[in-house]
């Protein structure tokens, strides 16, 4: 069985970076596209920023000029660099896997993403 192995999450001041990794626990043909979401207390998933194999990439309003998504083919290994982060980026961070953007059928476990005020 396939696992998605996410690192990087962790406590880090607003203004600052943290660079959240994402790796297959085996390679899969199939995976064209990888992705970040998101959730915070209270709250529904939302999408964070999705790529594709041809590096066609998709973000979130609220993240868009602050977070770089990237992947590595070969490896189905996808990295969110996070720059300038605030409050409201605090949640625990999922990565996805699929065919395509948006659909995905492959789910990592979680990272927390606190960014302290």
């Known amino acids: 069985q396939v696992q998605l192995v996410e690192s990087g999450g962790g406590l880090v001041q607003a203004g600052g970076s943290l660079r959240l990794s994402c790796a297959a626990s085996r390679r899969i043909f199939s995976i064209n596209a990888m992705g970040w979401y998101r959730q915070a207390p209270g709250k529904q998933r939302e999408l964070v920023a999705d790529i594709t194999s041809r590096g066609r990439t998709n973000y979130a309003d609220s993240v868009k000029g602050r977070f770089t998504i990237s992947m590595d083919n070969a490896k189905n290994t996808v990295y969110l660099q996070m720059n300038s982060l605030k409050a409201e980026d605090t949640a625990v961070y999922y990565c996805?896997?699929?065919?395509?953007?948006?659909?995905?059928?492959?789910w990592g476990q979680g990272t927390q993403v606190t960014v302290s005020s």
């Open positions: 996805a896997a699929g065919p395509w953007q948006g659909i995905n059928d492959y």
